[in-house]
């Protein structure tokens, strides 16, 4: 089981696979003021630099889950590497449908809205795992600006305009699925170059090393492209933030 390849190559050298940077996940930490042994299930958990950086920073407990072998083994190392291994427990495995032995405090799924298709379909998988009270995080896009035509959407990488909400929008359909917007950390450009120009370095470094690849001629195309496809439309139209919500 795993994710596409290309994304095992095009993010190998990312810590965090969303375009929030260590600092605004430090700031996330601190606003949802996580105390000690608090315990935080994270569905698509990535390199798992969350977890491993708040159980450093908070003491928190966390398990995270993910469908990258590569991602899920680089999580492992991390936590080894701030000496948090003892805190912090990453599975390879399919998150779709996971629901914890036991109630969690904090219940997350940050940039991996797919798992449970779609925003209110996670929020719904979430709160299974979710004690009373508990506070469930979504880190999903945003427009900043509606896309005039579908096309830019689509340049967005988007399926249509109608994928996103604006940020008013997003935090109103939370309230419609009853939940209160408790806190919000929201991305910013840098934060979107840090995401995506990263790529372009592990890209590139890759097709040096790997011009034989059967994926080499798609990274290629990618490498050429994706500068000024991201400059052009991601980085003018769509924001990123991660929202924590109680229940009401
Ligand atoms: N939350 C992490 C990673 C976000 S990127 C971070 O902030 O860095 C999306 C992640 O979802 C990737 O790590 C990908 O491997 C993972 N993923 C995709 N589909 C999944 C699934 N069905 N179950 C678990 N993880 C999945």
């Not at 965090?16 to 958990?45: C, M, Q, W, Y």
């Not at 305009?161 to 917007?181: N, W």
């Not at 052009?232 to 991660?242: I, M, Q, S």
Request: hydrophobic share 40%; proline share 4%; charged share 25%.
């Amino acid at each position: 089981m795993d994710i596409p390849r290309i994304f095992n190559v095009t993010e190998s050298a990312h810590r965090i696979h969303n375009p929030f940077t260590s600092k605004k996940f430090a700031t996330l930490g601190e606003a949802l003021r996580l105390e000690p042994e608090t315990r935080v299930l994270d569905l698509g958990s990535g390199s798992g630099e969350m977890l491993c950086t708040w159980a450093r920073d908070h003491g928190i407990r966390g398990t995270g889950i993910d469908k990258s072998r590569l991602f899920s083994e680089q999580a492992k190392r991390r936590a080894e590497e701030l000496e948090v291994a003892d805190r912090v427990e990453f599975i390879h495995g399919d998150a779709a449908g996971h629901v914890s032995d036991e109630k969690v405090a904090v219940a997350a799924c940050v940039g991996a809205t797919w798992i449970g298709e779609g925003v209110a379909g996670t929020i719904a998988l979430l709160a299974k795992s979710l004690r009373t009270g508990g506070i469930i995080l979504i880190g999903e896009p945003y427009w900043l600006h509606l896309p005039p035509t579908e096309d830019v959407a689509k340049g967005c990488l988007a399926g249509s305009i109608s994928d996103f909400l604006t940020l008013p929008g997003l935090l109103a359909s939370f309230g419609k699925l009853g939940y209160d917007v408790v806190e919000m950390v929201l991305t910013d450009q840098d934060g979107w170059d840090r995401y995506e120009a990263a790529k372009w370095l592990t890209m590139r470094r890759w097709l040096d090393a790997n011009p034989q690849d059967e994926l080499a001629a798609d990274v290629r195309a990618l490498l050429t492209s994706e500068p000024q496809r991201y400059a052009t439309f991601t980085r003018e139209y769509l924001g990123w933030g991660v929202f924590a919500l109680m229940a009401r």
